[in-house]
């Protein structure tokens, strides 16, 4: 835990571990049990901060003991699930919005690959590629790609 980084008391570390160590059970019960669990916020705090996302799913196999697999399911399909967008969102599928994430590395072996951001090949929203190695310049239609 990195409490003391952020000047944390020993108490709020002690509970924060606690609270930790309670969510990461029930998480493995619930994906257990065949329920479905999303994961994922736009909120950012002192361990998460905007941007640094990648960590949450890095966090939640290596702490919670996911496989890389359910964890990417959990980050995008049953997040669509739980907002019954499933049929339009949340996979690669024909007819289906995406965006897409292609990344230097396997991160079914490490998915930690995704916390540097100079692994992330393409960022694809929209058919146009916004980020990544391949973004030289403006952005550019996946017709060109």
Not at 24 to 32: F, H, K, P, Q
Not at 40 to 68: I, K, M, Q
Not at 96 to 108: H, P, S, Y
Request: a negative charge.
């Amino acid at each position: 835990m990195h409490g003391p980084e952020f000047g944390m008391p020993q108490a709020v570390i002690d509970a924060h571990q606690e609270t930790l160590d309670a969510g990461a059970e029930s998480a493995r019960m619930i994906l257990e049990a065949g329920g479905t669990l999303g994961m994922g916020g736009d909120y950012g705090f002192a361990w998460n901060p905007h941007g640094d996302y990648a960590r949450e799913l890095s966090f939640f196999v290596n702490f919670v003991g996911f496989s890389p697999v359910d964890t990417i399911k959990c980050a995008t399909f049953n997040g669509a699930k739980i907002m019954g967008l499933e049929a339009e969102i949340g996979s690669l599928e024909p007819g289906k919005l995406a965006d897409i994430l292609v990344v230097d590395g396997n991160v079914v072996e490490n998915i930690s690959l995704l916390e540097d951001r100079t692994n992330l090949v393409a960022v694809m929203q929209g058919g146009f590629i916004k980020a990544g190695r391949l973004n030289a310049g403006p952005a550019r239609s996946a017709e060109y790609c």
